[in-house]
Nanobody
Framework: QVQLVESGGRLVQAGGSLRLSCAAS????????AGWFRQTPGKEREFVAA????????WYADSVKGRFTTSRDNAKNTVYLQMNNLTPEKTAVYCC????????????????????WGQGTQVTVSS
């Protein structure tokens, strides 16, 4: 398994941007697809984005397409989530995860491939 620690969450005004980071340690992170989920009180955890081991393939929830971009730097063992044009509805705890697959689509459709979760970072978007 890998250990994951998110950072970058904070209060931001609507229309603003944030970049979240997820630093991995432990086993070779480059062997794991990675992704982001978010959760708000009273709601189920929601998939946001996924990225393949190479970083060449990504998958996004429809609600964030065109606004969010995920990327990774395997040399730094870090995954990123760039969030643009934020709206209050995007307020949530954002968690990163790593899965035992190479592929972003598999990560998206097969949540049981996920082997590690971060603790999450709070993103609050004010109107």
């Amino acid at each position: 398994q890998v250990q994951l620690v998110e950072s970058g969450g904070r209060l931001v005004q609507a229309g603003g941007s944030l970049r979240l980071s997820c630093a991995a340690s432990g086993r070779a992170f480059s062997n794991y697809a990675a992704g982001w989920f978010r959760q708000t009180p009273g709601k189920e955890r929601e998939f946001v984005a996924a990225i393949s081991t190479s970083g060449e393939s990504t998958w996004y929830a429809d609600s964030v397409k065109g606004r969010f971009t995920t990327s990774r730097d395997n040399a730094k063992n870090t995954v990123y989530l760039q969030m643009n044009n934020l709206t209050p509805e995007k307020t949530a705890v954002y968690c990163c995860a790593a899965g035992t697959t190479e592929y972003s689509y598999t990560f998206y459709v097969q949540e049981d491939c996920i082997s590690s979760w971060g603790q999450g970072t709070q993103v609050t978007v004010s109107s």
